[in-house]
Structure formats: C-alpha cells, structure tokens
Nanobody, 132 residues
C-alpha cells in the first residue's frame, strides 16, 4: 500500500525553476519504482522522469538537460527539480509509484517508464503554470 502527496507546484515565468516534492507513505520505500508524470492541457498523461531503486535516472527526451529526478530515502520523498521551464511544461504533475512490476522490468523495456499502466499508486497532482 502507498499514499503519495505532491507539493511544490506554482506559477513561474518561462526560464524559471521549481522543485516538486512527493511525500510517500510506503513501508517498502527501498523497493518501489518511482516516477513523475505530466498531463498537459488537452493531452494524455505521460511520464517525464523515473528513478530506479538503485538511483539510476530516466528522463523523457523533452526534459533532458532541464529536469532532474532524485529522492531522499531518509524522508521517503521524491523530487523533481525543474529548470529552464517552458510554457509547454505547464499542466498537472503526478507522483507515481509501482509496487508490483518494479524498476527492473522497466529497465528491460524502457518505454514502460513513461506509461501510466505500469504504475499502481498516484498522488493527487500539483499544478504547474509557466507563462511566457
């Protein structure tokens, strides 16, 4: 079982930065596979960043060089550091956790890092608005 709560969203100008946080209530924190998803207005939700238990990072091509995913194991918190934000980054960001498939299978099939169906728990989302 898992409960995820995102925070840190807000409104910024293009080129600005935000750091999103996901506080997780997960007893098996060291064995979960975590990710951040983005739902832009009028579009389907898609993964932007994933983090394996061992710390390896996966990033969508659109955010490479701008976003970084990290976690604080001591506090069961996942972060998404967002730099050089663009208007197209606007939307709702969701924290996701997979306690069933694990990161290993996503490492074998890379596309699964970015697909909602391979995650089992979701936060409520936090809104990010980037103005030009």
């Amino acid at each position: 079982e898992a409960h995820l709560v995102e925070s840190g969203g807000g409104s910024v100008q293009a080129g600005g930065s935000l750091r999103l946080s996901c506080k997780a209530s997960i007893f098996t924190w060291n064995r979960v596979c975590m990710a951040w998803f983005h739902r832009a207005p009028g579009k389907e939700r898609g993964g932007v960043a994933g983090l394996a238990g061992e710390g390896s990072e996966r990033l969508a091509e659109s955010v490479k060089g701008r976003f970084t995913i990290s976690k604080d194991n001591a506090n069961n918190t996942l972060y998404l550091t967002m730099n050089n934000l663009k208007p197209e980054d606007s939307g709702i960001y969701y924290c996701a956790a997979d306690l069933i498939y694990g990161c290993q299978i996503k490492s074998v099939y890379d596309s699964r890092w970015y697909q909602s169906q391979y995650y089992n728990y979701w936060g409520q989302g936090t809104q990010v608005t980037v103005s030009s």
